[in-house]
């Protein structure tokens, strides 16, 4: 086996070999000539340094990561059978079993309940520019899909509106407002709309401020970036509001006080400067107690998301999610993400998804075993389709109820966006002009939404009809899957619906390689 991606060359970094033969493990080319015109990461960085560690142009792209782990979820298929149809009651038959009957609905929580009509929720869609310009497209097409969205880290924190109290703490966001109040807007009792909070919300006071202002139910604690763990960050293209944001508590890079800094800034030498987060530090101790000052001050429901850490660390997750009663714990594995961190680290930092999941559902399964109630769970990192939907679910039943999905979810809603964009302008281009040339047309799912909303669908943007569309896709994609497997709500999907096609992924996760599933039952049967 060969190196698992191309290192110093990628189009997420805007940079590439001149040559076709690579060393593989360097990825410089065998032959480096002096006099080269670039353009490999080694090359640019020679002269733009730090710049080339994120994914370019920063807040108009997502990116993921694209190495190739050894073992993925391609390793499995779903098993298919000729007879039975569970979930579905009474007298069963042909004209019963079809996959239009399939329910997709699940729920999350400890004890009040959060139900979604599909098994999908957004990553957090924090204070990035992607996440800002095109929030109306986001929640109102996770509204009127019927699944939850997460609002992510910081989002008060970069307000440029945002007023402080004499204690430092919110006293008022006008962003924060917009993104709750656009929610609830179309809001229709599927899903919710969840905040995080990191360290620099907590000393900003965004849980009080979001309870006592929005009476939010829940709330969301992260231990570190999902799965990158580095703490959240963003490009800044102003002097001014770096300084902004250092005073306000940030880490901004490089330092925005610094004279010689301020100097590079104004001459064009330095173009953009760069604000972190914290990594967070847990303990037993300080988590049980911010969950119950989190409850204390009126939240119904705490959830967590941790990332691609080290096997202790997702043990000591799922242990204090059963102790605090968490309602969620959403685990994110390394190889997704939407694009906002550094390149390096999408790509060789942690422990990817389907590693991260076969070990999810063995601790969990040590958990139950000894007593402890576990949390419900979601499984992130990667994933775009119904396929890998299932194989999540199913991988992690019954703990799994949910697929968080990052840049999935977003591009529909800057696909909608950009055709309602090219459509006033008279540029639609010629693989969508195909469809027709108006909304309508375009939209397969338009004349559903124009019923059920009336002359409400002129208040629904593009990118929502755009993210409502590809949930219905997914809908129904999950639907005929579970037919095809004979399960016709999502609890009764299980681990016996999936088969491992090598030897390693069967190892890895302890679904049984193809040749060995129910291998005992069909010897039996030919031997009656």
Same mark, same amino acid.
């Given at each position: 086996?060969?190196?698992?991606?191309?290192?110093?060359?990628?189009?997420?970094?805007?940079?590439?070999?001149?040559?076709?033969?690579?060393?593989?493990?360097?990825?410089?080319?065998?032959?480096c000539?002096?006099?080269?015109?670039?353009?490999c990461?080694a090359?640019?960085a020679?002269?733009?340094?730090?710049?080339?560690?994120?994914?370019?142009?920063?807040?108009?792209?997502?990116?993921?990561a694209?190495?190739?782990?050894?073992?993925?979820?391609s390793?499995?298929?779903?098993?298919?059978?000729?007879?039975?149809?569970?979930?579905?009651e009474?007298?069963?038959?042909?004209?019963?079993?079809?996959?239009?009957?399939?329910?997709?609905?699940?729920?999350?929580?400890?004890?009040?309940?959060?139900?979604?009509?599909?098994?999908?929720?957004?990553?957090?869609?924090?204070?990035?520019?992607?996440?800002?310009?095109?929030?109306e497209?986001?929640?109102?097409?996770a509204?009127?899909?019927?699944?939850?969205?997460?609002?992510?880290?910081?989002?008060?924190?970069?307000?440029?509106?945002?007023?402080?109290?004499?204690?430092?703490?919110?006293?008022?966001?006008?962003?924060?407002?917009?993104?709750?109040?656009?929610?609830?807007?179309?809001?229709?009792?599927?899903?919710?709309?969840?905040?995080?909070?990191?360290?620099?919300?907590?000393?900003?006071?965004?849980?009080?401020?979001?309870?006592?202002?929005?009476?939010?139910?829940?709330?969301?604690?992260?231990?570190?970036?999902?799965?990158?763990?580095?703490?959240?960050?963003?490009?800044?293209?102003?002097?001014?509001?770096?300084?902004?944001?250092?005073?306000?508590?940030?880490?901004?890079?490089?330092?925005?006080?610094?004279?010689?800094?301020q100097?590079?800034?104004?001459?064009?030498?330095?173009?953009?400067?760069?604000?972190?987060?914290?990594?967070?530090?847990?303990?037993?101790?300080?988590?049980?107690?911010?969950?119950?000052?989190?409850?204390?001050?009126?939240?119904?429901?705490?959830?967590?998301?941790?990332?691609?850490?080290?096997?202790?660390?997702?043990?000591?997750?799922?242990?204090?999610?059963?102790e605090?009663?968490?309602?969620?714990?959403?685990?994110?594995?390394?190889?997704?993400?939407?694009?906002?961190?550094?390149?390096?680290?999408m790509?060789?930092?942690?422990?990817?998804?389907?590693?991260?999941?076969?070990?999810?559902?063995?601790?969990?399964?040590?958990?139950?075993?000894?007593?402890?109630?576990?949390?419900?769970?979601?499984?992130?990192?990667?994933?775009?389709?119904?396929?890998?939907?299932?194989? /999540? &679910? $199913? =991988?992690?039943?019954?703990?799994? %109820?949910?697929?968080?999905?990052?840049?999935? !979810? +977003?591009?529909?809603?800057?696909?909608?966006?950009?055709?309602?964009?090219?459509?006033?302008?008279?540029?639609?281009?010629?693989?969508?002009?195909?469809?027709?040339?108006?909304?309508?047309?375009?939209?397969?799912?338009?004349?559903?939404?124009?019923?059920?909303?009336?002359?409400?669908?002129?208040?629904?943007?593009?990118? /929502? &009809? $755009? =993210?409502?569309?590809?949930?219905? %896709?997914?809908?129904?994609?999950?639907?005929? !899957? +579970?037919?095809?497997?004979?399960?016709?709500?999502?609890?009764?999907?299980?681990?016996?619906?999936?088969?491992?096609?090598?030897?390693?992924?069967?190892?890895?996760?302890?679904?049984?390689?193809?040749?060995?599933?129910?291998?005992e039952?069909?010897?039996?049967?030919?031997?009656?």
């Open positions: 086996m060969g190196n698992l991606r191309t290192p110093n060359a990628d189009e997420a970094t805007g940079t590439f070999n001149r040559s076709r033969s690579v060393v593989p493990f360097s990825g410089l080319c065998s032959r000539i002096d006099g080269c015109r670039g353009g990461e090359w640019l020679s002269f733009r340094g730090r710049e080339v560690l994120y994914p370019q142009d920063f807040g108009y792209v997502t990116a993921g694209d190495k190739e782990y050894p073992v993925d979820y390793h499995l298929n779903i098993q298919g059978y000729a007879r039975g149809a569970k979930g579905l009474g007298d069963i038959g042909p004209d019963e079993a079809i996959f239009t009957n399939v329910d997709t609905t699940t729920e999350y929580g400890w004890d009040k309940k959060v139900k979604m009509r599909l098994p999908i929720f957004t990553g957090a869609l924090g204070s990035t520019d992607i996440a800002r310009r095109n929030w497209h986001f929640a109102v097409g509204a009127i899909s019927g699944i939850t969205i997460v609002c992510g880290e910081n989002v008060c924190g970069v307000d440029p509106e945002l007023e402080l109290d004499s204690e430092g703490k919110v006293k008022r966001s006008p962003e924060m407002d917009r993104r709750v109040e656009i929610y609830r807007k179309f809001y229709e009792g599927y899903g919710e709309l969840i905040v995080q909070a990191n360290v620099e919300d907590t000393r900003l006071g965004v849980p009080e401020y979001l309870a006592s202002k929005h009476e939010l139910e829940t709330i969301e604690l992260k231990w570190g970036q999902g799965a990158k763990s580095i703490g959240g960050e963003i490009k800044v293209k102003s002097l001014e509001r770096a300084l902004e944001l250092k005073r306000r508590g940030y880490i901004v890079l490089p330092d925005p006080e610094d004279p010689a800094v100097r590079a800034f104004k001459e064009g030498e330095i173009k953009e400067f760069e604000r972190h987060s914290r990594l967070g530090f847990v303990s037993r101790e300080s988590f049980l107690e911010e969950v119950d000052r989190l409850r204390s001050i009126g939240f119904k429901r705490i959830t967590l998301k941790t990332g691609a850490y080290s096997a202790v660390d997702l043990a000591l997750a799922l242990r204090l999610g059963s605090a009663k968490l309602d969620l714990v959403t685990i994110d594995g390394a190889g997704g993400g939407t694009g906002m961190s550094p390149w390096p680290m790509n060789e930092w942690g422990i990817p998804t389907f590693y991260l999941e076969s070990l999810t559902y063995q601790f969990c399964r040590k958990l139950d075993k000894r007593g402890f109630r576990v949390p419900d769970i979601a499984i992130a990192g990667g994933f775009s389709t119904e396929d890998g939907i299932f194989k /999540a &679910i $199913a =991988m992690g039943a019954p703990y799994v %109820k949910a697929v968080c999905m990052g840049r999935a !979810l +977003m591009i529909p809603g800057m696909v909608g966006k950009n055709i309602e964009k090219w459509l006033k302008e008279g540029n639609l281009p010629k693989n969508v002009a195909k469809y027709g040339n108006s909304l309508e047309e375009i939209f397969v799912t338009y004349e559903e939404l124009k019923e059920k909303y009336g002359s409400r669908i002129k208040e629904i943007p593009a990118g /929502a &009809i $755009a =993210m409502y569309t590809f949930s219905q %896709k997914i809908k129904v994609g999950l639907q005929q !899957l +579970m037919a095809g497997s004979r399960n016709f709500k999502l609890s009764t999907i299980s681990r016996n619906d999936l088969i491992a096609l090598t030897e390693e992924a069967a190892k890895v996760s302890g679904i049984p390689y193809v040749m060995d599933a129910y291998r039952e069909a010897e039996r049967i030919l031997e009656e």
